[in-house]
């Protein structure tokens, strides 16, 4: 059995590791079962976002009429926006197997346990590629969408519909109403398709601050119609279209038929084919391998890192993880982990961004703090956009000032959200960001309006 100094399975983030153990000298096994990059660019981040490239654009147009102007689409190649896409994901793979030094084999198959040292490698119809060990492995499988029912028919998960290989649908029904299905159902109304999104719930996005739900989605169902407390109950497929029937709490049904159905219903654990029982290796009770604040599995020498530790669903987490590694394994770093605040964003029209806790949150936790909502309009550039609904949210404590969450919807809050990431990271008190002079009138003046508002309040609590 061939002996390496770090076998890692799954090539995703961690393609990262492997490259930087490498560089070091190690003798490094990589093993993948799909395409090299792993979900972010191949079905995941990159592809999402390069569709929402296409949507914001034809928004433009479409909204160009609240600035007085008088603008129509005359046409949207649906089919060349996939095109182009799937071209750029049709590289990732070889973009990535290039960047690997001599000192990796990379082994093509699906990696599971013979024991807590032992790995086999089996090819796609389950032969024996080979069996190899270390006492050093890094299990960073990452997640795939939970199973879609009716799996019998062509319907789309957001593992599937890429690499963009089919013909853009004139009408789609999305299930789930979370991240993927909001930001794919953005995409697809805007870009012409005939697009409604159903959900369980009550809510669109259920970890979004509740202030800012109801604004959210009366923004979003401008553009694409969501139904709610719908649950999906039977689902037929006549070769052309699909006629999905939904149920009600009030005991009705209606029915929905549309040319394609994406299953957008959350991801499962990638754990189920590492062969697990053959270790000592525990996961959680939704599959997610357990860790210690050093991503340390219940196996000493045997990691977990990105989407399979459970902690995050997110590339910036994922590849944080991966960093965190690079310096505990390669360097020797004994640090713990500290995520510090974790941010996120959805790439929806509207575009939301979250940092830190909701005000939900701090009051299950019971943890003391002030809050303040403030529109936008202190800011000459937002008042600019002609739009009332953007806000921000800030959540700081009273007693010391730190920044506990901020919530914002509106254009670019992805990267508005960064300013107070920054103080968050360096100093955390929200009383800096008023010291600091602004470019007046750039975006980020909002924070100020909304820094003295909840200074003022804390002050007087
Ligand atoms: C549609 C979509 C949009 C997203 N958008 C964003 C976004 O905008 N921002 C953001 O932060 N996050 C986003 N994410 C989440 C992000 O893609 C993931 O958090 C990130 O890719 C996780 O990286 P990872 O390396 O942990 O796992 P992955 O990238 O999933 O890599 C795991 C790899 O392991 C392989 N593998 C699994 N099992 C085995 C096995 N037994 N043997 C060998 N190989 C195996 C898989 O084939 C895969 O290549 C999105 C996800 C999706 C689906
Ligand atoms: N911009 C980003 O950072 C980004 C974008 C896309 C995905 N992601 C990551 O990927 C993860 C997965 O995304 P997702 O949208 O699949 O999951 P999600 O957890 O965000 O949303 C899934 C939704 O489906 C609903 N649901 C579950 N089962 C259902 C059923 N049987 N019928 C109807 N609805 C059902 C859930 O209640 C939930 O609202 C996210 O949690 C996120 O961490 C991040």
Redesign the pocket.
Known sequence: MEKFDLIIIGGGRASGLAIAAAQEGKKVALIERNTLGGTCPNR??VP??LLIGYAEAARRVREASRHHIDATINGIDRQKMFDEVAEWISGVDPRYESRLPANITLYRGTGSFLSNNEVLISGKDGEEVAQITSETIVIATG?R??PA?YSEYPVWT?DNICPLKNTPPASLTI?????????LGAFFSAIGTETSI????KT????IDPELAPIFQEQFEHHTPVYYE???SDLTYDGEMFTCTFSHPDGSNHQHVSERIL?????VANSDTLRLENTDIETDDRGFIKTDDHLRSTVPGIYAAGDIAGN????HTASYDIHYLRQSILKGSTEALDYGAVP????TEPEVASVGFTEKELQDKGINYVSTLRDWKSSARAMASKLDYPRTKLLISPDTYAVLGCHLIGPDSSTLIHQILMLMHLKNDIRELPKMIHIHPALPELFLDAAIDVIKKAKFT
């Open positions: 995941g981040c999402s976002k997640t969408p939970r029912p957001s299930i789930g109403g979370g991240f993927i299905g909001c930001e159903h959900v369980r719930g669109l996005l259920p970890r719908s649950s999906l299953f957008a219903t959350g991801r995050y669903i997110l590339q996120h964003a959805i790439f």
